[in-house]
């Protein structure tokens, strides 16, 4: 289907009624040469996919143990040198062939042994690559704190830092301009090169990072739906649904978020604040030159609302005030007397906002069940201190609310379909899906996928509702 990296033949054989299934293992090396095929030797298994875990994909196997090559030993076919490339086969009935998907690249992480009379199995427990940077499986760093500083580019620190762990297949997106560390990043002793690539990823809200089914890493920004194409309709889902549950999470509905982040300590203080055209005039009588990376204070009473506006200390130079080195900041229209901040950044002002920045979102869709101004009306979340306290500008607040207004409305509103195994099934991709007691198609976005190998497995798909601002579904 459209948007899927899947043959026309895969998909044709998930219709059939009848599924004759194979799995086989590939095992590789840590330099990602084959070594050994194994065919016909599993009995049973599952794969999770979780969109909402770093570990993106786990899996379990059991195999039929015909000879001493399976012992858990070093040289032997399990060990911890190996990886593992699980292959997912359905026979076409047309043609004969068997189309096989690939299920994911793994180390392993518990072999367990059975013998008995009826039994000779070896269970495996299967992580995807993150494991490999967690200290599961390798991840630790020497003893000693890690320091990113300010300024440092975050793309560019991923890739350095998933380098640490001998990964050079990646594709890491440019983090929202100005792309850069906004403040130093300090990690103790015994970190994680997860941990660090954790910190690099919670600078911004709304992004992830995961292995793919090839071992390549990513990092980018989490899908939303918005403008993303529908890549699975009615069409596979008629033939493959077996049953459905809907589930809407009251206690965790929110619609409004606050979040109150950073209190700056500004260094310098206006005594005088005049706004003359498009230029904001501070007078601070001990400040002589701009110090980079130095906060400046200053009040305005009954603020209008200024967009694209400039400012200068004293009769020092006139610079732009920027939310990221490029974006004009837009300082919001407030009554009464409002203490504002902003840093000294070389060649322009940043924009920090309030003294302690503050960001705000609501859920402002008609088409929203969880809309503001419907028969819900507003049920406000106030979140500080903490993590939140990372947020540095108002900016960052409003983005990591409206982050937190998405946990706090469209993952609340759920539906579980119990399906016939489809083993290319995406995450976090949108699909159009009518539910059983409607008559026309909703929105979804896949959050999570469980299924068995076995014949008589199924699999459970676990989505959350999306509600774009048009409604009709294209």
Known sequence: MAGLNITNEQFQTTLQSIQNRYIKIELLNYQYQTVDMLEGVATEGNITIDANSDIRRTAGISLVVNDSSFNVQSGGKIWLDRFVRLWVGTESIKTGEIEWTNCGLYIIDAPSYQYDAVTNTLSLSLLDLMAKMTGIRNGYLPGLPVIYKAGENIRQA?????????????????????????????????VTVYDLLAGLR?????????????????????PTGKDDPVVIDDTLWKNIVVSESIDVDFQNV???????GRTHDPAHFSTETIVTGNIINLTIADVTEYSEGMIYGFTLTDN????????????????????????????????????YCVVYKGTYWNWLGHLQAYGYAEDDNPDSPFYVNGTVGKIL?????????NCLSD?????????????????????????VPVFWMPVNAVVSYTPQRETKPNLYIIKSVNLGLSPANTMTINMIQFYPTETDIV
């Open 254 to 260: 929110k619609n409004a978020i606050e979040v109150y």
């Open 304 to 339: 209008p609302g200024y967009t694209g506006m400039s400012l200068k200390i004293n009769n020092l130079a006139t610079l732009p005030i920027l939310i990221d080195g490029i974006t004009p900041a837009e300082i919001v229209a407030e009554s009464g007397e409002i203490y």
């Open 395 to 419: 900016s960052l607040c409003f983005q990591r609310a409206q982050y937190e207004l998405w946990l706090h409305t469209n993952m609340n509103n759920t539906i579980d379909l119990s399906c």
């Open 202 to 222: 919670d600078i911004y809200p709304f992004y992830e990072m995961f292995f793919d089914v090839d071992g390549t890493f990513y990092y980018k920004q989490i």
């Open 158 to 190: 991923i890739i350095d830092t998933i380098a640490l762990a001998g990964f050079t297949k990646y594709i890491v997106d440019d983090a929202p301009s100005p792309g850069t560390i906004p403040v130093d990043l300090e990690f103790s002793q015994g």
């Open 381 to 389: 979340l106030p979140l500080f201190d903490g993590d939140y306290a």
